[in-house]
């Protein structure tokens, strides 16, 4: 079983160990015995969901899972749980464990443990290491702001916060240990009702991070209203500093990326209204906001990190990546080049809802001084992830919408954007493909060949525009 286990993470499994750790008997038995472990007496453990997992060749195999439990009075709830394998000998990644116990203990005095009595679990001999939310080492405050009573009181003195309720149901929306921390906080009333017009969403921050994105996003979002401009963007509420929180109300729409199921004439609409969006956000002046520098080298490391476990389990695979960021990076020295500007970033059919007020962004979490075309690309690309999900044709003509919606285009700009899609392209896809679905072999060789054909297409343009020139 040991070997079994250490050849799984170190990928001489291939993709069929990586998916018997996460999926199949015994491994998953071994996970639910070491939860179950964890939980007080008289408690039960139900459904395990994986959610999503992240693998980095011999060092580790990372995944997240809602646990469904039961306290001793037979109350269902759901908790969230990290899961690493490591290799026999490796440090443990959940952080010091000093750490980890004093903030256990403070999870448990405000009743934030149950029906676990320990929020980690262990297994030495399948190297696995469990933490449950709200544990996180790296986030000291992130019990005390699950717990409904501190919430109850954080809230009532935060004069930005206009009807702080009594009560509050807090549900955790995304659990990422040493990274990232969503919660949602829902007012009730006597009834026990949710008073859904004045929910929260309460994002959790370790560093300054969280003050820089409140203020970029309130800046961008009163200078979008000023402009009177047709997009509109989520203001937060609040940032309360001595918590490292931003606190945003609910928006009520729907997801661009819901909407592109439909091929009809509203969702053309959506995409053009999706390139106007684009266009006003670049129009943002740079003194609004201090923004961080992001560099074309950045984006490839990023990829390049991201793509590692992609060599071992699909090797042809991981060549093509391999040589197209080879070739990204030799095009992008040719092409002509502008002065950074406003970037969003993450442009995403996921971050633009379709609300009664019109279209509204949300997230402004990776904002950065880049160049522009870096989010005509990534919106790009993100349309032909959706489009290949649906299983829908007609990406290039959603896409041709897209940059209608954005206007008039310098043709050095579309092609940096090109270039970005192709790479973009294929960060999302060892990203967002999840290693344990059963199609994660044929749908990520199908994308990145994609990509491919993008900066073929890239590199013929180019070609075809310097001979014109000449």
Known sequence: MDSDFTDAIAGRAGLAGVQWLLLEPPASDALRRALARALADGASLGEITLQRAKYKPGRHLTAYYAAQVRDRAGAQSSRMVEVSWTPPGSPDRRGDIDAMQAMQDAAVRRGLASPFRTLLADDPDWGLRAQIAPLDASFPRLARLCDPAYVRDLLAAEPSVHAPAE???????????????????????????????????????????????????????????????????????????????????????????????????????????????????????????ALQPHSFAKEVKGIVSASEHVHPLLPATGATIGALVER????????????????????????????????????????????????????????????????????????????????????????????????????????RVRL?????????????ARAAAVLDQVDAAFAGQAATEA
Request: glycine share 8%.
């Open 167 to 289: 009560r509050y149901r807090i549900t955790p929306i995304r659990y990422r240990p040493d990274q990232r921390h969503v919660l949602r906080y829902d007012p009730l009333d006597a009834a026990g009702r949710v008073d859904a017009a004045n929910t929260l969403f309460a994002k959790v921050y370790n560093s300054n991070k969280g003050a820089r994105t409140f203020d970029v996003a309130a800046r961008v979002s009163d200078w979008l209203a000023e402009q009177g401009s047709a997009i509109g963007a989520a203001r937060p509420q609040a940032y309360v500093a001595e918590e490292g929180l931003v606190l945003y109300p609910r928006v009520t729409g729907t997801p661009l990326s819901d909407l592109l199921r439909d091929q009809g004439p509203a969702t053309a609409g959506h995409l053009r209204a999706a390139g106007a969006a684009i266009r006003a956000l670049h129009q943002t002046p740079e003194s609004l906001v």
């Open 328 to 431: 990204a990076r030799e095009l992008h020295e040719r092409l002509p080049q502008e002065p950074p500007a406003f970037a969003y970033g993450d442009f995403k059919a996921d971050h633009l809802w379709a609300t009664p007020a019109g279209m509204t962004l949300i997230d402004f979490d990776t904002c950065y001084l880049s160049d522009p075309a870096i989010d005509l690309g990534k919106f790009l690309a993100d349309v032909q992830w959706w489009y290949d999900g649906y299983g829908l044709g007609g990406v290039a003509e959603a896409q041709e919408q897209f940059l209608a919606g954005y206007g008039p285009i310098a043709p050095d700009r579309l092609l940096r954007a090109r270039l970005y899609e192709a790479l973009v392209l294929t960060k999302s896809t060892v990203r």
């Open 436 to 448: 344990f679905d059963p199609d994660w072999a044929p749908r990520t060789e199908r994308l990145i």
